[in-house]
C-alpha cells in the first residue's frame, strides 16, 4: 500500500506534524520503533523533570498541565504524549523500525522490520536519543569501571558509595550529580566552567533568549545572546547546590587509566564510574542510503524541507530544521510549516 506521508518515529515532534497532517485529506501513517507511546522521554532517568515550565511545554492543541512554575516529570511528559496519542486517535504502527529509505522515481521505499510501505513524501522525526555521544578519549578499553551516556542512566542506587565522575556542564549533568550526591561520591568534570541561571529565572528564559538571537537572525542583524546561564535551577538541582554539590569542578580530561581519569599535567583521580552528558547526535542512519547527510552528520535543508531531496522533510533535530524545533513548545511552528509544505508539494504533484 502506498501513503501519502508516513512519518517516521513516534515522539512529540512525529505527533505534532500528525497533528496538522490530520487536518488534511492526505493518508498518512506514523512508524515507530518504540512499543509504547511517549517517545525517548520513556527512558529518561527516573528522577528526570522538564527545565522547560509546564507552560512552556505543550504541544499544539492541548496544555501540559501545571502552570508557569511547575516542572513536569518524565512520567508526566510521557503521560501528556500518551493521552496526546490517544485523544488525536493517530494512525501509529508499532514497534516498527524504520531500517532504510530508498527513493524509487517518485515515490519512497521503507524497508522496515515489519516489511515494506511505500510512501509519496517522508517526515523524518527520529530525534536524537537513539545516537548519543561520547567524546572520542584515549584509554576508555583500559579502563576498569562502568563508563555510560546519560541516556542510559537510571537512578541512583547502582553507585551507591561508589565514586562517580560526571562529565558535562549542561542541564542534564547538573540534574544527574544531583540524584547521585546523596548516596555517592561525586566528581563533576566540566569543558568549560557551568553558569547558573537565578533562582528567579525559570526555563522559559533559555526560549527567550534563543527567540531573540532566532528575530535578528532573520533580520540579518548581529545579535550577541543575553547569557544569565544554562543551567534552570529546578527544585532537585537548588537541592544540590544549597548542599555544595556545585561548588567544585575540574576541567575536561585527558585520558583514561585502569582505575580512573587522568589529566595531561599528571593529576589522576579513581573512580568507579564515569557517566557522560555529553549530547546527542541526530538520527539518521535509515536515510544513508539517499546520500544526503553531510560530513557533520546533518542534512542540507530549506525549512525542514531536505534541500537536494524532493518529498523529505526532517522535524524536531534542533535550529537546523527550525527554531527551537527540538524542544516541546518549539516544534508545533515547524510541524505547521511542514504539513503545509508537503500538502502543496502533493496538490502540485
Ligand atoms: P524522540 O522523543 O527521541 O522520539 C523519536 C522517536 O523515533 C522515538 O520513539 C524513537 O524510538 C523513534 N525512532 C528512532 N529511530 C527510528 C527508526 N529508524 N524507525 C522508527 N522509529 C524510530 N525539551 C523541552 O521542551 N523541555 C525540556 O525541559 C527538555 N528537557 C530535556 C531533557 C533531556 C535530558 C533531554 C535529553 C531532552 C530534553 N528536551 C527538552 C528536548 C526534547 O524535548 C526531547 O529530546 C524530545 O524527546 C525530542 O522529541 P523527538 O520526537 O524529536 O524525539
Not at 95 to 102: A, G, I, N
Not at 155 to 166: G, K, M, Y
Not at 317 to 325: E, K, L, R, V
Amino acid at each position: 500500500m502506498e501513503y501519502d506521508v508516513i512519518i517516521i518515529g513516534g515522539g512529540q515532534s512525529a505527533l505534532a506534524v500528525a497533528y496538522y497532517l490530520r487536518r488534511t485529506s492526505l493518508h498518512y501513517l506514523l512508524l515507530d520503533s518504540e512499543a509504547r507511546p511517549g517517545g525517548s522521554w520513556q527512558h529518561g532517568w527516573h528522577s528526570l523533570s522538564l527545565f522547560s515550565p509546564a507552560l512552556w511545554s505543550s504541544l499544539p492543541g492541548v496544555l501540559m498541565p501545571g502552570g508557569q512554575q511547575y516542572y513536569p516529570s518524565r512520567d508526566e511528559t510521557v503521560h501528556y504524549l500518551q493521552e496526546y496519542e490517544t485523544r488525536y486517535q493517530f494512525p501509529v504502527q508499532r514497534p516498527v523500525k524504520v531500517l532504510q529509505v530508498e527513493k524509487q522515481a517518485d515515490r519512497y521505499r521503507l524497508d522496515t522490520t515489519a516489511g515494506t510501505y511505500y510512501a509519496r513524501t517522508v517526515v523524518s522525526a527520529t530525534g536524537s536519543f537513539v545516537n548519543p555521544y561520547i567524546p572520542d578519549i584515549p584509554g576508555k578499553e583500559r579502563f576498569r569501571g562502568s563508563l555510560l551516556h546519560s541516556s542510559s542512566y537510571q537512578s541512583p542506587e547502582i553507585f551507591s558509595n561508589q565514586r562517580v565522575a560526571v562529565v558535562g556542564e549542561g542541564n542534564s549533568g547538573a540534574q544527574i550529580l544531583a540524584d547521585l550526591a546523596p548516596t555517592a561520591d561525586t566528581l563533576w568534570i566540566t569543558k568549560q566552567p557551568p553558569t547558573f541561571l537565578p533562582d528567579d529565572i525559570d526555563g522559559k528564559y533559555l526560549f527567550d533568549a534563543a527567540t531573540m538571537q532566532y528575530e535578528a537572525m532573520q533580520q540579518g542583524k548581529d545579535f550577541q545572546r543575553p547569557s544569565l546561564g544554562q543551567i534552570v535551577m529546578v527544585p532537585p538541582v537548588k537541592a544540590a547546590r544549597d548542599k555544595g554539590v556545585y561548588q567544585h569542578y575540574l576541567p575536561a580530561f585527558d585520558y583514561f587509566y585502569e582505575d580512573g581519569i587522568a589529566w595531561q599535567n599528571g593529576r589522576k583521580e579513581t573512580v568507579d564510574a564515569v557517566i557522560f552528558c555529553t549530547g546527542f547526535r541526530p538520527a539518521l542512519a535509515h536515510l544513508l542510503p539517499l546520500g544526503i547527510i553531510q560530513p557533520n552528520g546533518k542534512i542540507n535543508t530549506r525549512g525542514t524541507a531536505a534541500a537536494d531531496m524532493p518529498g523529505l522533510w526532517l522535524v524536531g533535530y534542533g535550529q537546523w530544521t527550525g527554531f527551537a524545533s527540538a524542544t516541546l513548545i518549539g516544534v508545533g511552528r515547524t510541524a505547521r510549516k511542514t504539513a503545509e509544505e508537503i500538502n502543496a508539494y502533493l496538490q502540485g504533484n
